[in-house]
């Protein structure tokens, strides 16, 4: 990697953004003609949808019900044409709660660090609770189009993006994803529209499981979230152990939200294994990390894992201490470009960014990039995804990645070790990690 071409730019121009609350209300949803035909058509009933008890199999088939309904929707006024609307769907309540806000501050900074402006144009920004709920989403997503944003942010939990994806598949609008990791957004479901500025989760993991059986462990326990991210990231992991000699001892999975894993560690203490893998992330990280400490398990079976210390550090306390992490940010990255991002961060949020914060930065440094070579004609949707294409993250604070030809980053992964509430650098353990795109088409 050259290190000498990454550079810092900071600025501190004033923002100049147009914020949006996002103010249409469920009721407002509701009583509006187009999407509540939509909605009925959908054949969801409205209790059954507001109750939150859809399966994931009919939120996908009633997402292209809200997808034509918000596309045929005229709301778009002409002379709102000037400022460029983008519309944010993350979570402000949950156990991802904090990833939602790392990410927008992120996103911020990247924008104001170039004056607050996209290609010339003011940004009004339409925020939407994702609630971290899948049953949601299409709703949501199809809110989004109909209030006119030709761009779309997120979101952060998988099983949102599926169902994000149900309404913005095979369509104009764009969407950039700074964190969901589902494979299929890059996978079977990848489309010139779409972008991920973050990770697949079997991306994030293959190299922890390359990783371990190169340190020569042969059996390994895996324990995660029993949902898109979880199964796909222990798939990951799994085919990176196995592939250098490695065995999957037991894997465990757990419901997300899961908070509470006392009941699991009598089962991982049973473990035959020489160590665990784990993926968890929020608050349930905090509570896996402390609750494997509490229970003294640390030193007979070393707990390894992805996102498990990422901005929880100082919530886990002595619990982290020394705990090993493989991902593509670590908080001393030795970059001219990271340290400028961390300080600058800092200053305007007072607090320390961690990965999230990054993948915000970089979606936002990715949108000024697009914009800018657009001259801000983000209507012209085939130049703009082009320009979007083009980007190349030299300046982030990550090291320099660019777009596969799937539309997910090909970047680097670190092994970190928690310490004095930082995750530091250890040493680079895959270069230029590539998911493989199953079914994706463009590749
Ligand atoms: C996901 O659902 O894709 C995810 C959630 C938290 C951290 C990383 C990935």
């Not at 054949?43 to 949808?49: D, E, L």
């Not at 009633?62 to 005229?74: E, R």
């Not at 085919?239 to 939200?257: H, N």
């Amino acid at each position: 990697m050259n290190y000498d071409s990454l550079k810092g730019s900071v600025s501190s121009k004033p923002v100049r953004q147009a914020f949006s609350s996002g103010g249409v209300s469920r009721q407002a949803f509701l009583s509006g003609g187009v999407s509540r035909q939509a909605f009925l058509s959908g054949g969801v009933s409205r209790q059954a949808f507001l109750s939150g008890g859809v399966s994931r199999r009919r939120i996908l088939k009633t997402g292209a019900a809200f997808a034509g309904a918000a596309l045929a929707a005229p709301y778009v006024r002409r002379a709102e044409a000037a400022r460029l609307k983008v519309g944010v769907l993350l979570p402000n309540s949950g156990v991802l709660a904090f990833l939602g806000t790392k990410i927008t501050q992120g996103m911020e900074l990247a924008i104001n660090q170039s004056g607050g402006l996209l290609g010339g144009r003011e940004v009004e920004w339409i925020r939407l609770d994702s609630e971290t709920d899948p049953a949601k989403a299409p709703e949501r997503t199809a809110r989004l189009v109909r209030r006119g944003c030709d761009i779309v942010v997120g979101p952060v939990h998988s099983g949102v993006l599926l169902g994000m994806l149900r309404v913005l598949g095979g369509t104009n609008t764009t969407l950039l994803i700074p964190n969901a990791g589902a494979g299929a957004a890059t996978g079977e479901h990848c489309g010139e529209n779409i972008f991920r500025t973050s990770f697949s989760n079997w991306q994030a993991a293959w190299p922890m499981g390359r990783f371990l059986a190169q340190r020569g462990l042969r059996r390994v326990t895996t324990m995660s979230w029993n949902y898109a991210a979880g199964t796909e990231s222990v798939q990951g992991f799994t085919e990176g152990f196995a592939s250098l000699g490695g065995e999957i001892s037991e894997g465990i999975l757990a419901p997300y939200p899961a908070a509470d894993f006392h009941s699991y560690m009598t089962k991982l203490a049973a473990s035959d294994a020489e160590a665990i893998y784990a993926f968890f992330s929020g608050a349930s990280a905090v509570q896996f990390v402390k609750q494997y400490h509490e229970a003294g398990l640390r030193d007979r079976l070393p707990l390894y894992g992805v996102f498990l210390t990422e901005g929880t550090l100082e919530a886990q306390g002595v619990a982290a201490e020394g705990l090993e992490t493989t991902m593509h940010y670590a908080d001393d990255l030795p970059f001219e470009a990271n340290r400028a991002f961390r300080s600058a961060y800092r200053e305007a949020y007072g607090v320390d960014p961690d990965v999230f914060s990054v993948q915000g930065y970089d979606t936002g440094a990715l949108l000024v990039h697009a914009a800018q070579a657009v001259g801000g004609d983000t209507d012209d949707k085939p130049a703009f995804h082009a320009a979007l294409r083009s980007f190349r993250g030299v300046s982030s604070p990550r090291g320099a990645w660019h777009f596969s030809r799937a539309q997910n980053p090909v970047q680097d992964f670190y092994l970190r070790r928690a310490a004095g509430g930082q995750n530091r650098y250890i040493e680079t353990i895959a270069q230029d990690v590539t998911d493989p795109a199953q079914g994706c088409t463009l590749v």
